[in-house]
T-cell receptor, first 114, second 113 residues
């Protein structure tokens, strides 16, 4: 079975540029989560979607961050404009909440903002 | 906010030794999860615990959900080199926002062959 698929795996860009991270959740899952992982803060939840609707975006650090889920099989996390402190590994995870199924993670996007 | 204290932060052991790590919380969780993360990959679920007192095994791994709902431990028996990685505990909120996971800071495990 295909797991959560993220792209790109690595992104290096200059500050001020727009960055778009992509995620394809596991087929049949109805919930999608975006996380950020850094050495200092560990894994932090940024935003959560249920049935394509954003439920809680309280973890989104600033207005520079936005996320969309246009359909059940695709989500994006966008940073505009990017800053060096946004450098981190960004993970997408999905689950099927009604069965209390745990979250399954993608392999992440390692983002470096120069 | 909720916090998870995971210990130890790191462990250096010899192949064949048993390993134990734990998480404690100031809040009650209704689900505890244990994940393993290897370099360049995302966290992979090892064990999920849904009931207080539950003891669950997955091969050489055993995890328990504490009776108070505020703690959990993970044991690895007879460690092997491929056990190397970062192990994370995660507690799932018992409140209305029952989707939310709070993660510990991880335990870095190194196994010397």
């Amino acid at each position: 079975d295909a797991g959560v698929i993220q792209s790109p795996r690595h992104e290096v860009t200059e500050m001020g540029q727009e960055v778009t991270l992509r995620c394809k959740p596991i087929s049949g899952h109805n919930s999608l989560f975006w996380y950020r992982q850094t050495m200092m803060r560990g894994l932090e939840l940024l935003i959560y979607f249920n049935n394509n609707v954003p439920i809680d975006d309280s973890g989104m650090p600033e207005d520079r961050f936005s996320a969309k889920m246009p359909n059940a099989s695709f989500s994006t996390l966008k940073i505009q404009p990017s800053e060096p402190r946004d450098s981190a590994v960004y993970f997408c995870a999905s689950s099927f909440l009604l069965t209390k199924q745990p979250q399954h993670f993608g392999d992440g996007t390692r983002l470096s903002i120069l | 906010g909720q916090q998870l204290n995971q210990s130890p932060q790191s462990m250096f052991i010899q192949e064949g030794e048993d390993v134990s790590m734990n998480c404690t919380s100031s809040s009650i969780f209704n689900t505890w999860l244990w994940y393993k993360q290897e370099p360049g990959e995302g966290p992979v679920l090892l064990i999920a615990l849904y009931k207080a007192g539950e003891l669950t095994s997955n091969g050489r791994l055993t995890a328990q959900f504490g009776i108070t709902r505020k703690d959990s431990f993970l044991n690895i028996s007879a460690s092997i080199p491929s056990d190397v990685g970062i192990y994370f505990c995660a507690g799932q909120d018992s409140g209305g926002s029952n989707y939310k996971l709070t993660f510990g800071k991880g335990t870095l495990l190194t196994v010397n062959p």
